[in-house]
């Protein structure tokens, strides 16, 4: 069992990903070009984007994130991929789905916590999806809901 302390981390997009590299060759090689362990990297699904090559969130520390994003590309595999820094997402409540606190300071009294975050509908999570995006914040607020809960659509609640 290894034990640590928490440790900053930033989100980061690639951009012009070959169809033919795996995730476990772009950990291998942000490892190797940061000099940090390949355990550090999180790397999401790879998805298609609009020019035909493929887009991948990654999540590592701060100071290896930095690094690459003032490189601003990182070479992986035969190609060069570009690196986006991501905003940091707000805090979100895991109970009522709302920005700006979390569930130990949640004053609401409706619980959505069984709610997917992109339809809204119960019995299923985000990562498996395909239904339309709803925010359920937003719908019962009676403001456009054509999005998911806490992304930069969801206007913030006042209290």
Same mark, same amino acid.
């Given at each position: ?40 990297f ?46 940091? +997402?707000?805090?979100? &409540? @895991? %109970? /009522?789905?709302?920005? =700006? $606190?979390?569930?130990?300071? #949640?004053? !609401?009294?409706?619980? +959505?916590?069984?709610? &997917? @975050? %992109? /339809?809204?509908?119960? =019995? $299923?999570?985000?990562?498996? #999806?395909v !239904? ?11 403001r456009?809901?054509? $999005? ?12």
């Amino acid at each position: 069992v290894r034990v640590g302390r928490p440790e900053r981390t930033a989100d980061l997009r690639l951009h012009n990903l070959d169809e033919a590299m795996t995730t476990e060759e772009v950990v291998a090689s942000l490892a190797q070009v940061t000099g940090v362990e390949a355990a550090s990297f999180r790397v999401g699904p790879m998805r298609r984007a609009p020019n035909g090559m493929y887009a991948a969130w990654v999540r590592c520390p701060l100071g290896p994130a930095r690094m690459l994003a003032k490189e601003g590309a990182v070479r992986i595999a035969w190609s060069r991929v570009r690196v986006e820094v991501l905003e940091p +997402r707000p805090t979100q &409540c @895991y %109970r /009522c789905l709302e920005v =700006g $606190h979390v569930r130990a300071q #949640c004053k !609401a009294t409706v619980d +959505r916590s069984a709610l &997917c @975050y %992109r /339809c809204g509908c119960p =019995g $299923h999570t985000a990562g498996g #999806c395909v !239904a339309d995006p709803r925010c359920p914040v937003c719908a019962d607020l009676g403001r456009p809901a054509r $999005h998911r809960a806490g992304s930069k659509a969801c206007a913030p609640v006042r209290r």
